[in-house]
Structure formats: C-alpha cells, structure tokens
C-alpha cells in the first residue's frame, strides 16, 4: 500500500498563499447550501442613496468573512491537535458560504469589495496563530468571541438596511443563524472565556476599525 505524502512546511505555506488568494478574488469553494435570497424579489423603489447604504454595508459583511476565513485558516495552521484543526477547517469552509453570498449581494447592488481584502485576510491571519498559539482552549474561546462580534454588527445592519429589502435580510438573517452555531460550537468544543481586556476593550475596537474603515474602503 502507498503511504501518503506528509506535506512539508513550503506545501502548506503555498497552500495557504492559494486559499488566500481564492478568498480574496471570490473563487473559493462552497458548501453549495441553498442561496438564501434565492426567488425574493429586489425592493422595486430603492433608491441610489438606498442602494448606496445596502451597499456599504453588504460591503463590510463581505469583508467580514474574508477577514474570518484568515482568522480560521490561522488558529488552524498552528493548531497541534488534529481534531481541532480539522474543526477549524470545517468551519471556515462553512463559513465560505457567507462569503460567496455576500459577493453576489455586492454584484446586484453594483458595489464593490473592500480595496483593504489582502489586508483584513492576512491581518486575520496573524491574529488566528497568534491566539492559536495561547492554547487550543482560548483559541476556541477567540472563535466564539470573534462570532459574537459579528452578530453585533449584523443586528446593527438589520436595522439601517432599506426597508423590505428582503435578499439583504434573508441571507443576513441565515449569517446570524451560521456565526451563533460556530460560537457555540467552539466552546462545546472546550473553549474558554477570554479575559475581560479582550473581550470588553480589543475585540471591540478591532471590530469598530474594521466596519468603519469598510465603510468607505
């Protein structure tokens, strides 16, 4: 029987230079989950000032989940434990879903990704391994506070998109739903509460720079 080939450190950092790559220019592979928009019909009467907002703020949910794919593809290139590097990677390709959905709002709404993608991607990045290496049970941890400030962020969007904007709801909506799993998820896994310095004061203000730098990058 033929062994299987162990990747070397240059096979797997080339591996993740090619997922970033697909991440950032919208060519990663999916779960294939149904499109949650699929046959609501576009809101007739929005406006460009509408359609500008949706926009921006579709914007942010994109770069969002350009930022979480690094961030998981981080924590698990330094993970030591297979399970939980291959719950990472689970995640993370489940987590490709939110972002081919988010890259089609974009299209129909003519607006377009963050200028800052290679950035949030690799920035994630450093700071999965870096949480990564502080032990596997707050690098869990991470992952559920990471989620909870995503669904911050959602709500928040769910209150200023343009009303009866349904496709921008519903694949919202189904995003709330997928992060609240992950985070639960992660701390069924084992993961621990991070000290109340990065769950009250960095995590906070990582999420405020990256919405409003979004915003308008």
């Known amino acids: 029987m033929a062994k ?52 921006r703020l579709m ?8 930022s979480a794919q690094g961030l998981y593809r ?10 939980l590097k291959q719950h990472l990677h689970q ?27 290679p950035f949030w991607y690799w920035g994630s990045f450093s700071i999965g391994a870096i949480t990564g290496k ?16 995503v669904i911050n962020h959602i709500n928040e969007h769910l209150t200023r998109l343009p009303a009866n904007d349904l496709p921008d709801l519903a694949v919202l909506q189904q995003m709330k739903a997928d992060e609240d799993k992950h985070g ?12 109340w310095p990065m769950r009250k004061l960095l995590m906070p203000f990582l999420s405020k720079v990256m919405t409003k730098t979004t915003y308008r990058v």
């Open 4 to 55: 299987t080939r162990q990747l070397s450190l240059l096979d797997t950092v080339l591996g993740e230079i090619d997922h970033a790559l697909r991440t950032v220019h919208g060519t990663l592979a999916t779960t294939e989950r149904p499109y949650p928009a699929q046959g609501l019909a576009e809101k007739a009467d929005m406006t460009e000032a509408e359609r500008d907002l949706a926009g």
């Open 59 to 66: 914007r942010i949910n994109h770069a969002g989940e350009v």
């Open 74 to 83: 981080g924590q698990a290139f330094v993970a030591q434990d297979s399970a």
């Open 91 to 117: 995640a993370a390709i489940e987590e490709s879903d939110h972002l081919a959905w988010c890259s089609q709002r974009l299209q129909v709404l003519n607006a377009r990704p963050s200028l800052l993608g």
């Open 134 to 149: 502080l032990g596997d049970r707050l690098s869990l941890g991470f992952v559920k506070e990471t989620e909870d400030q």
């Open 184 to 195: 639960n998820e992660a701390m069924q896994a084992g993961g621990a509460q991070l000290p």
